[in-house]
């Protein structure tokens, strides 16, 4: 693995961490401006092929290019949702779609102008996903879908669901199939969600299929097949998702670095009290372990789905950020408890992070699973 970043990678990374510091905190519920924003800065093109609008970056390069844009852009909110745009919708079509599907979506994907969401949580199948009521009953070359879908992110503005269903509980997890249905299709509605703690600009829904026919062309990949896509969302997500929080990351340290210089206690600056610097370094070891780590898994992606990298760095990201803004706010004091210092904010959007796409204790989980234990 070579990180010795090319002219054409550095130019990426430094022209979306400027675009990123150009995009404006989302605000809870709303945010279609920052979307579009965001889409402008050519950021949900990235990993897609040339040939459907896109840029056609490998996911080494496309890790790096998030990195910058989260170094720059403090709605990780808006981050969350864009990733889940790119690794759970985009992604798939690209792996598994038709041509027919992939000339569909592909192009409206890369550019913003739609937006994907990802159907497959319910009340009672989270982190073990795959042991879903929802029902895809087979007539003919028609599907009828039924069921309900939770905590949905994009749901409440997306254009196209990636909606998996299963074709009869007897057949467990090898049962499951993949569906793209678009959200004006018949059977097919959104409700409100709860309200979220954090991550409030990455918007959430119920999906309800109420007898929601859709025809065999709709099918993603193979029946039966439902299984494998999201084995190959997860990897892609789990790698990809967070890596703009190593940005976001990297710029809180930054500023604890700064506040250490010109906070004084005791009439010396805080830079000079050992806690407070052993924290600090504590916190970078936990950055730089998480980002070679995303490196790591996103140069191997392409090629080994099945590493247990994926959840590594899921698990690195998530808990490292948690700790870098639980800090930070220790850091700087009864400032940093204050809406206006921004932390709070950060640490309950990370907060959100150990729970999508698979809790931390899932990620153990997987990883003894993947290493031979379980």
């Not at 970056?57 to 170094?71: D, I, K, Q, R, V």
């Not at 789905?305 to 490292?320: D, F, G, Q, T, W």
């Not at 921004?342 to 003894?368: K, N, P």
Request: net charge neutral.
């Amino acid at each position: 693995m070579n990180l010795e970043w090319s002219a054409e990678q550095l130019a990426l990374y430094n022209r979306l961490r400027e675009h990123g510091g150009s995009l404006a905190p989302g605000q809870p519920g709303e945010g279609g401006a920052d979307w579009e924003a965001l889409a402008a800065g050519q950021v949900m093109a990235l990993p897609v092929p040339v040939d459907y609008g896109g840029l056609g970056h490998s996911p080494l390069t496309c890790a790096f290019a998030l990195e910058g844009l989260g170094y720059g852009c403090r709605d990780i909110g808006l981050l969350v949702s864009a990733g889940a745009h790119m690794w759970a919708v985009q992604h798939p079509i690209v792996k598994f779609g038709t041509p027919q599907q992939k000339a569909t979506y592909l192009p409206g994907l890369a550019s913003g102008k739609l937006t994907g969401a990802h159907a497959i949580t319910e009340t009672e199948a989270g982190s073990d996903a795959l042991a879903m009521e929802a029902a895809a009953v087979k007539d003919g070359t028609t599907y009828r879908l039924s069921g309900r879908k939770r905590f949905v992110t994009n749901a409440p503005q997306a254009d196209v669901f990636l909606v998996y269903a299963t074709l009869g509980k007897q057949f467990g997890f090898t049962g499951v199939t993949a569906f793209l249905v678009e959200r004006d299709h018949p059977g097919l509605r959104v409700e409100a969600e709860y309200q979220k703690m954090g991550l409030r600009s990455c918007r959430w829904g119920q999906v309800v299929l109420d007898d929601c026919v859709v025809d065999e062309s709709r099918r993603l990949g193979a029946e039966r097949q439902g299984s494998k896509i999201f084995a190959s969302v997860m990897a892609w997500e789990r790698t990809l998702l967070l890596a703009p929080l190593l940005g976001a990351i990297e710029a809180q340290l930054e500023e604890c670095v700064q506040r250490t210089r010109s906070r004084r206690q005791f009439r010396r600056r805080i830079s000079s009290f050992q806690s407070v610097t052993n924290r600090i370094v504590d916190l970078r070891l936990r950055l730089e372990a998480a980002r070679n780590l995303t490196y790591r898994a996103a140069w191997e992606l392409a090629d080994n789905e099945e590493s247990c990298y994926p959840e590594m760095v899921k698990l690195a990201i998530s808990e490292a950020a948690v700790a870098t803004f639980e800090g930070a706010m220790q850091i700087f004091g009864g400032y940093g408890y204050t809406e206006e210092a921004g932390i709070e904010e950060r640490l309950r959007d990370a907060l959100g992070t150990r729970i999508s796409s698979g809790t931390s204790d899932m990620q153990r989980s997987v990883i003894a699973a993947k290493l031979g234990m379980r």
